[in-house]
C-alpha cells in the first residue's frame, strides 16, 4: 500500500474515528445543557481539572473497557460477538470516500484529499450503509430476549424502509450534477449561480445590474426538497431521535441492545455517533459544496496568492482553506443534527414508518419528475 493511502487511512482511523466521535458525545452532552437551561458533563477531572468536561469521553471509554462483557443465557454467542462489528464497521468504512479536500498539485505531485475517490462513491456509501441493518437485526435476535427481538424487528423494518426514499431523494442531485463521483459533485458546486437566470428560459434577457445577483452552486439551492428529504431519511436510517423507536427506553428498555455490555455496547454507542459524522460530511459534500468556499474557487484562490507568494505556497494555503472549511460545514451539519434530536420528541413506530411510504416516498419520486422537467425546459 502506497504512503499516501497509508496516511489517509491513518488520518480516518486516528482523527476521525477514534479523536472526532468521542468529542461528539461530549457535544451533545453540552449542546442539550445549553438548550436545557443546565450546566452538562463537568465532574470528571484529573488533579482538580475538569478542561469543560473534555474529561468524561475518556471517563466513558475506561468504564466501557472495564465492565463485565455479558453473553446472556440462550444467546448464540457467535452472532451476539458479532453483530456490534456488522453495526460500527460499515460506519468506518464509509469515510473512504467522502473528500474533505480537493486535488492539487506541487510541481509534479499530485495530492487528492480523499481516500478512494470511485465513480460510483455515492452509491458506495448507500451499500456499506445498508450493512449495518444486519448488525441491528443479529443483535435482536442472537440475544435471546424478546425485548430486543422487538428492537431488532423495528430497526430492520425501520432501516430497509428508509434505504427506499434515501437513495429516490437524491436522484435529483445525479441528474443536476450528472455524476455518481463525489468529487466531481464538489467541483461542479465551486462555482455560482445566477439568481434571475431563469428569465432567459422564457426568451428574456436578465439586465445587468440583476446578472451579478448570485448564489454559490450548492446542491441545497438546486434541491431543497431532495436536501430535507435526504437529511431525514439518513437520521432514520441512524436511528438517532426522533427516530429511536427501535431503542426506544419507554417501551423496550434498551431495544436491540440491551443484553450488550461493555466494549460491545460501546461501540453499537459509539456507531450512532460515528453515523452523525458519516451524515453530516456526505451532506456537505452533495448538497452545501464540500471543501469550496462561495464566490471563491480554488483558481482564483492559487491565482490570487500565487502572483506574489508563488503558486507552491498560494496551493498549500488553498488545502489549508479548503479543509478548515469542509470542517466548518461538518460541525454545522452535526449541530442541526444534535439540535433536531433536542427539538423533536420521539415519534411513534407507526408515524416513522408512516412518514417515510406516505410522506417521504411520494414526495421524492414528485420531486424526480419535477426535476426532470424542469431540466428539460431550460435545456429545451
Known amino acids: 500500500m502506497p504512503i499516501e493511502e497509508i496516511c489517509k487511512t491513518l488520518f480516518i482511523i486516528l482523527v476521525i474515528v477514534a479523536g472526532l466521535a468521542p ?88 495530492i487528492k484529499m480523499v481516500a478512494a475517490d470511485p465513480d460510483w462513491g455515492l452509491l458506495y456509501i448507500f451499500a456499506i450503509g445498508s450493512i449495518a441493518t444486519y448488525g441491528a437485526i443479529m443483535a435482536g435476535w442472537a440475544s435471546n430476549n424478546n425485548w430486543s427481538l422487538l428492537g431488532g424487528l423495528r430497526a430492520s ?51 445587468a445590474f440583476l446578472d451579478w445577483v448570485r448564489l454559490p452552486a450548492w446542491g441545497i439551492f438546486y434541491q431543497p426538497l431532495g436536501f430535507v428529504m435526504f437529511l431525514t431519511a439518513m437520521m432514520a436510517e441512524n ?55 462561495p464566490f471563491l474557487d480554488q483558481a482564483t484562490i492559487i491565482g490570487g496568492i500565487g502572483s506574489f507568494m508563488g503558486e507552491g505556497f498560494a496551493t498549500g494555503l488553498c488545502v489549508i482553506l479548503h479543509f478548515m472549511t469542509f470542517m466548518l460545514k461538518l460541525i454545522v451539519m452535526i449541530w442541526l443534527q444534535m439540535l433536531l434530536r433536542w427539538t423533536l420528541p420521539r415519534f411513534r413506530y407507526d408515524q416513522v414508518m408512516n412518514l417515510c411510504w406516505k410522506g417521504l416516498l411520494p414526495l421524492s419520486i414528485a420531486n424526480i419528475l419535477i426535476t426532470g422537467a424542469v431540466m428539460l425546459l431550460v435545456r429545451g
Open 239 to 293: 436511528k438517532r431521535p426522533p427516530f429511536d423507536a427501535p431503542e426506544g427506553e419507554s417501551e423496550l428498555i434498551a431495544g436491540y441492545f440491551l443484553e450488550y455490555s461493555g466494549m460491545r455496547f460501546g461501540l453499537f454507542y459509539m456507531s450512532e455517533f460515528i453515523e452523525v459524522i458519516v451524515i453530516a460530511g456526505v451532506v456537505s459534500t452533495i448538497f452545501l459544496g464540500g471543501w469550496a468556499i
Open 157 to 207: 423494518a425501520q432501516m430497509i424502509s428508509y434505504e427506499v426514499t434515501l437513495g429516490l431523494s437524491v436522484v435529483g442531485i445525479f441528474m443536476v450534477f450528472e455524476t455518481l463521483k463525489l468529487t466531481d459533485m464538489v467541483m461542479a458546486q465551486d462555482t455560482t449561480l445566477r439568481v434571475f437566470g431563469f428569465i432567459e428560459v422564457f426568451g428574456g434577457t436578465v439586465p
Open 23 to 110: 468529542i461528539i458525545t461530549w457535544i451533545e452532552r453540552k449542546q442539550s445543557a445549553l438548550m436545557q437551561d443546565r450546566i452538562g458533563a463537568n465532574r470528571a477531572d484529573i488533579g482538580g481539572i475538569t478542561v469543560l468536561g473534555l474529561l468524561h469521553p475518556m471517563a466513558d471509554v475506561l468504564k466501557l473497557m472495564t465492565k463485565e462483557d455479558v453473553v446472556p443465557q440462550g444467546a448464540n454467542r457467535m452472532m451476539h460477538m458479532l453483530a456490534p462489528l456488522i453495526a460500527a464497521l460499515p460506519a468506518i468504512i464509509a469515510f473512504g470516500v467522502i473528500p474533505w479536500g480537493g486535488t492539487y498539485s506541487f510541481g509534479d505531485t499530485t
